[in-house]
Structures are given as structure tokens and as C-alpha cells.
């Protein structure tokens, strides 16, 4: 069974780049099934979708952040990341990096069936 | 966006007692290939969300028969059959219709 899990910074100074990674384990990133998403969730709030990727580059973002941030994949290392530039405190959330099986529905964007445990992010200086 | 709104916000159920969830999307769900793109997610006291249900109706790998899920174009219901107490958790339902997905506010699930 596939587990992913997220590392990077805890804090992060505001107008800086947040960077996260998530490793996953028990399956490969080039599964022809799955695309690789990034979630966060404010403190106290709900969740907000922040992207997708595929193995082989593809991505997709939400319009409300898609000019600031950067989704990439490294299949060498069966890892993927998330850039997001000119943070502020209203980019304070834990990040989730979750899996979403297309082939169950068609879509890229729903099922996330798998997800790491979190990783709480704040921006503060 | 499409927007996502559950009902009610807070839940307090019996042990051994039905619940339900409501959902309304601002828009229909359903898709050409007639599928209606609709998740149930619950998120666990200091867990990560887990997925119950996709495609409107589709209990997820490992996910008890209490739960279900059923829904027309825009509104949507999740069911347990009879609330356990490790029920306990914030329940969310997300569209996968349009990009970008968008999630309800949650409903908290709590044993009485």
C-alpha cells in the first residue's frame, strides 16, 4: 500500500518561497493511474486544492494561486514538490500531499484515496 | 468556482442512531459521461481526510456499508446507517466536476 509523506520547513518568513516535499513509498510515481496533488488547510478551517501533477510533467493548478505556485516531480527519487512563492500569513495551513486515482472516475481532480499526515507551514517573521 | 455548501454544521448523534449530511453544489455535478462528481471525505480527530465515497454513490476500499451516499444533480446526502463512536470527525464533501475542486465547510460529527 502506498504511504506519502511531507518534509520541509515548519516557518517561513513572509515574501519568501515556501517549498515542501513528499516522498512517497510502496508504489511508484509513474503509475500510469494516479496523479499527485497538493492540499492545504488554514488552521481551524477547510480544505483548498492547490494542484496536480503526473509523472510525466503535466500539471494543473488552482486559478486563485496558479501565479504563484510551482508543482514538480522528480521520478528518480519517486518524489514531488510544492513551490509557493511570495508567501503571507494567509499561506499559514498544514499541507497534504494525497494521491488521486483518475482511473476510478476519469477525472484527475477527485479520489484522492491517499494522503500523507500533514505538514503544518507558518509564515511569520 | 463551484461552490460547496453542507448542512447542518454541527451533528450530534446518538451511538446506534442514523444520521445524514446534506450537500448543494451552485452547480450541476453531473457530468456527460453521467457521472455524477461527488466525494465524501472525513477527517478524523488529529488525522488526515480519508475518502468514504466517490462518484456521488461508490463507498471507497474499507469503508463500512453504514455509510452511503446518494444525490441528484446538485444535492447530495451522506448516510450512516448507525452512528459508531469512532464515527466522530468532520465530514466534507468535495466536487471534482470543474477545476479547480472545491470543498463544503465541514460538518462536525460528535457523539451525544
Known amino acids: 500500500q502506498m504511504q506519502l509523506q511531507e518534509s520541509g520547513p515548519g516557518l517561513v518568513k513572509p515574501s519568501e518561497t515556501l517549498s515542501l516535499t513528499c516522498t512517497v513509498s510502496?508504489?511508484?510515481?509513474?503509475?500510469?493511474?494516479?496523479?499527485w496533488a497538493w492540499i492545504r488547510q488554514p488552521p481551524g478551517k477547510g480544505l483548498e486544492w492547490i494542484g496536480n501533477i503526473y509523472y510525466n510533467g503535466n500539471t494543473f493548478y488552482n486559478p486563485s494561486l496558479k501565479s504563484r505556485v510551482t508543482v514538480s516531480a522528480d521520478t528518480s527519487t519517486n518524489q514531488f514538490s510544492l513551490y509557493v512563492s511570495s508567501v503571507t500569513a494567509a499561506d499559514t495551513a498544514v499541507y497534504y500531499c494525497a494521491r488521486s486515482d483518475f482511473q476510478k472516475t476519469g477525472t484527475i481532480q477527485a479520489h484522492f484515496d491517499s494522503w500523507g499526515q500533514g505538514t503544518l507551514v507558518t509564515v511569520s517573521s | 468556482d463551484i461552490v460547496m455548501t453542507q448542512s447542518p454544521l454541527s451533528l450530534p448523534v446518538t451511538p446506534g442512531e442514523p444520521a445524514s449530511i446534506s450537500c448543494s453544489s451552485s452547480?450541476?455535478?453531473?457530468?456527460?459521461?453521467?457521472?455524477?462528481?461527488l466525494d465524501w471525505y472525513v477527517q478524523k480527530p488529529g488525522q488526515s481526510p480519508q475518502l468514504l465515497i466517490y462518484l456521488c454513490s461508490n463507498r471507497a476500499s474499507g469503508v463500512p456499508d453504514r455509510f452511503s451516499g446518494s444525490g441528484s444533480g446538485t444535492e447530495f446526502t451522506l448516510k450512516i446507517s448507525r452512528v459508531e463512536a469512532e464515527d466522530v470527525g468532520v465530514y466534507y464533501c468535495?466536487?471534482?466536476?470543474?477545476?479547480?475542486?472545491?470543498f463544503g465547510q465541514g460538518t462536525k460529527l460528535e457523539i451525544k
Open positions: 468535495m466536487q471534482g466536476l470543474q477545476t479547480p475542486p472545491t
Open positions: 510502496g508504489g511508484a510515481i509513474t503509475s500510469s493511474s494516479f496523479y
Open positions: 452547480q450541476s455535478l453531473l457530468h456527460t459521461n453521467r457521472y455524477k462528481y
